[in-house]
């Protein structure tokens, strides 16, 4: 601001002494944190290479052509997982809500529907979502109805079954989170119930939750990599492929990479996002 | 003459073991603007959210232009689209522009075309000075902005009826003035409006009927000369002569 920089000229003697100290302190703690930096990693260096197996986990594991080497086969695997994630996405997205709304909503009418909504959040939150793969993936092919089915859709509907579960109840506490008196003032104005979900309640309870979304998203992302299980070339199934075909595990740290770099921008966007509406909706004044 | 725009039969509203409301009469004629006041805890808010149906009666009948609104075959969300109800701590959609918070109701409620409700939206918005700040969020007014914001989102599909609930409690002193002029601009408009309120001076200024509240019952009712001057119940005066200067 313009404003601070024209005060700046003749501020006191004791805010000068104040602002110095305080750039000493900045200077020694960013060498603090720097030297420290180099000794951790010096120490983690010379542990592991003057360990006796380093020079054969180095081959194994950190093998640079096996990792270029198994990019593409991991590079298709990856559009599978992408695939799974996509779809899954907004399916769960669609159902999560659904029963999110179908849990905060106090209408005697929908009593069972509430009821089976939590029966649901419950079985699925109690079961491990490779067990649920399981069932799904060898289960539906199993009773016969629906000839071959892709395993990308047998992966996604677990996928989303499981997910769905977890998401409803982020956005169920997000519901729970908008004060009352707005659900009021939109019933005042003659909204029906659902227009007030929809219009006045479900944007800011989502709001609310946006950093447990994400995180729920990004691990959704990791388990993805399930899908391997039930027969989906996905990421992970071709690394494995890989590794059995070069007798070397590079290809299962070149999936590992893989994974993070697809989390990482999401982590980012809901953390530039987040403060984005909270500096659109709020004045100054964060403490 | 046409008949009262609100009628209340015998009111009954119980919390629990504790009744709050305890057989309330009253009838609001069209452009009369009454005032209910009493002690926090009288029953003026409930009463306020019972005749908006936001609380469900226990006992009694709601008529609104001798409709039975209490009747359970009622679709009561057509019903509060015919009342305009402002509240103490304003209720403004915190994620919607405020224009977009006096055109809800309008075009989502009354099915007014978008341009049609921007346009009156824009019209009330001047009248009460914050038409720079159509766009921007709520959080960016003032608390009397903000408040006279919520009484324009209430009036904008002219409601038959006006409930305002002590809407300058929440308020700073200094900007209970600028929304207690915008309620007498809308009584001079016409607007039949009931409201609670705890500004004696203005109930006074403002109220056709003054209606004491006193533990769920009205203990009396009367135009303000007579309550503040001469007045029936002991109770009455007792109450009113904290507030006299």
């Given at each position: 601001m313009a404003s601070v920089a024209t005060l700046a000229t003749d501020v006191s003697a004791v805010e000068l002494w104040r602002r110095s100290y305080l750039k000493q302190q900045t200077y020694k703690s960013v060498l603090i944190a720097a030297i420290s930096l180099v000794v951790f990693v010096g120490i983690v260096v010379f542990l592991l290479s003057g360990s006796e197996g380093w020079a054969k986990v180095q081959a194994s594991f950190f093998d640079w052509d096996t990792f270029v080497g198994s990019l593409p086969a991991i590079g298709e695997g990856l559009l599978k997982n992408l695939q799974v994630l996509g779809y899954s996405l907004v399916l769960v997205l669609i159902f999560a809500t659904l029963i999110a709304v179908a849990r905060t909503t106090r209408t005697p009418v929908l009593f069972p529907v509430r009821l089976l909504a939590s029966l649901y959040v419950d079985l699925i939150r109690g079961m491990p979502a490779l067990l649920l793969l399981y069932l799904i993936g060898f289960g539906i092919p199993g009773l016969?109805?629906?000839?071959?089915?892709d395993p990308v859709i047998l992966g996604t509907i677990a996928i989303t079954m499981c997910y769905s579960a977890y998401v409803a109840e982020v956005l169920r506490s997000g519901i729970n989170s908008v004060h009352p008196s707005q659900r009021a003032g939109a019933r005042a104005l003659g909204l029906t119930h659902w227009q007030t979900m929809r219009i006045v309640v479900l944007p800011q309870a989502v709001r609310n939750v946006i950093p447990a979304l994400m995180n729920d998203f990004v691990a959704m992302q990791k388990d993805v990599g399930l899908v391997s299980t039930i027969g989906v070339i996905d990421v992970v199934r071709a690394a494995q492929i890989e590794v059995a075909h070069t007798w070397n595990f590079t290809p299962y740290v070149a999936a590992g990479v893989v994974f993070v770099l697809l989390a990482l921008p999401f982590v980012r966007l809901a953390d530039w996002y987040t403060n984005r509406t909270r500096e659109r909706e709020q004045k100054g004044g964060t403490v | 003459m046409s008949g009262p725009v609100l009628s209340l039969r015998n009111i009954r509203k119980d919390f629990g073991e504790h009744r709050v409301l305890d057989g309330i009469d009253l009838d609001v004629k069209e452009h009369e603007v009454v005032v209910l006041i009493g002690a926090?805890?009288?029953g003026k808010s409930t009463l306020l959210r019972c005749v908006n149906l936001l609380e469900r009666i226990d006992d009694g009948q709601i008529f609104l232009q001798g409709e039975d609104i209490s009747d359970p075959r009622v679709d009561k969300d057509k019903a509060r689209a015919r009342i305009g109800v402002v509240f103490q701590s304003f209720n403004?959609?915190?994620?919607?522009s405020v224009l977009r918070n006096v055109t809800l109701a309008l075009t989502?409620?009354?099915?007014?075309?978008k341009e049609e409700a921007e346009a009156r939206a824009m019209t009330l918005l001047e009248r009460i000075g914050v038409a720079s700040k159509a766009?921007?969020?709520?959080?960016?007014?003032s608390g009397g902005q903000q408040q006279r914001v919520a009484i324009v989102r209430a009036i904008a599909a002219n409601p038959e009826l006006l409930l305002l609930d002590e809407i300058t409690s929440a308020l700073d002193p200094n900007l209970v003035g600028e929304v207690l002029d915008l309620v007498l601009d809308l009584k001079r408009g016409g607007s039949t409006i009931v409201m609670a309120t705890h500004e004696m001076d203005f109930a006074r200024q403002a109220a056709d009927t003054i209606v004491y509240l006193n533990h769920g019952r009205i203990e009396e009712a009367g135009t303000p000369e007579k309550l503040f001057?001469?007045?029936?119940?002991e109770q009455t005066a007792a109450f009113l002569s904290r507030y006299r200067k």
């Amino acid at each position: 601001m313009a404003s601070v920089a024209t005060l700046a000229t003749d501020v006191s003697a004791v805010e000068l002494w104040r602002r110095s100290y305080l750039k000493q302190q900045t200077y020694k703690s960013v060498l603090i944190a720097a030297i420290s930096l180099v000794v951790f990693v010096g120490i983690v260096v010379f542990l592991l290479s003057g360990s006796e197996g380093w020079a054969k986990v180095q081959a194994s594991f950190f093998d640079w052509d096996t990792f270029v080497g198994s990019l593409p086969a991991i590079g298709e695997g990856l559009l599978k997982n992408l695939q799974v994630l996509g779809y899954s996405l907004v399916l769960v997205l669609i159902f999560a809500t659904l029963i999110a709304v179908a849990r905060t909503t106090r209408t005697p009418v929908l009593f069972p529907v509430r009821l089976l909504a939590s029966l649901y959040v419950d079985l699925i939150r109690g079961m491990p979502a490779l067990l649920l793969l399981y069932l799904i993936g060898f289960g539906i092919p199993g009773l016969g109805i629906f000839g071959r089915i892709d395993p990308v859709i047998l992966g996604t509907i677990a996928i989303t079954m499981c997910y769905s579960a977890y998401v409803a109840e982020v956005l169920r506490s997000g519901i729970n989170s908008v004060h009352p008196s707005q659900r009021a003032g939109a019933r005042a104005l003659g909204l029906t119930h659902w227009q007030t979900m929809r219009i006045v309640v479900l944007p800011q309870a989502v709001r609310n939750v946006i950093p447990a979304l994400m995180n729920d998203f990004v691990a959704m992302q990791k388990d993805v990599g399930l899908v391997s299980t039930i027969g989906v070339i996905d990421v992970v199934r071709a690394a494995q492929i890989e590794v059995a075909h070069t007798w070397n595990f590079t290809p299962y740290v070149a999936a590992g990479v893989v994974f993070v770099l697809l989390a990482l921008p999401f982590v980012r966007l809901a953390d530039w996002y987040t403060n984005r509406t909270r500096e659109r909706e709020q004045k100054g004044g964060t403490v | 003459m046409s008949g009262p725009v609100l009628s209340l039969r015998n009111i009954r509203k119980d919390f629990g073991e504790h009744r709050v409301l305890d057989g309330i009469d009253l009838d609001v004629k069209e452009h009369e603007v009454v005032v209910l006041i009493g002690a926090s805890g009288s029953g003026k808010s409930t009463l306020l959210r019972c005749v908006n149906l936001l609380e469900r009666i226990d006992d009694g009948q709601i008529f609104l232009q001798g409709e039975d609104i209490s009747d359970p075959r009622v679709d009561k969300d057509k019903a509060r689209a015919r009342i305009g109800v402002v509240f103490q701590s304003f209720n403004l959609f915190p994620h919607l522009s405020v224009l977009r918070n006096v055109t809800l109701a309008l075009t989502d409620v009354h099915h007014i075309p978008k341009e049609e409700a921007e346009a009156r939206a824009m019209t009330l918005l001047e009248r009460i000075g914050v038409a720079s700040k159509a766009h921007v969020y709520p959080d960016r007014l003032s608390g009397g902005q903000q408040q006279r914001v919520a009484i324009v989102r209430a009036i904008a599909a002219n409601p038959e009826l006006l409930l305002l609930d002590e809407i300058t409690s929440a308020l700073d002193p200094n900007l209970v003035g600028e929304v207690l002029d915008l309620v007498l601009d809308l009584k001079r408009g016409g607007s039949t409006i009931v409201m609670a309120t705890h500004e004696m001076d203005f109930a006074r200024q403002a109220a056709d009927t003054i209606v004491y509240l006193n533990h769920g019952r009205i203990e009396e009712a009367g135009t303000p000369e007579k309550l503040f001057n001469n007045p029936d119940s002991e109770q009455t005066a007792a109450f009113l002569s904290r507030y006299r200067k």
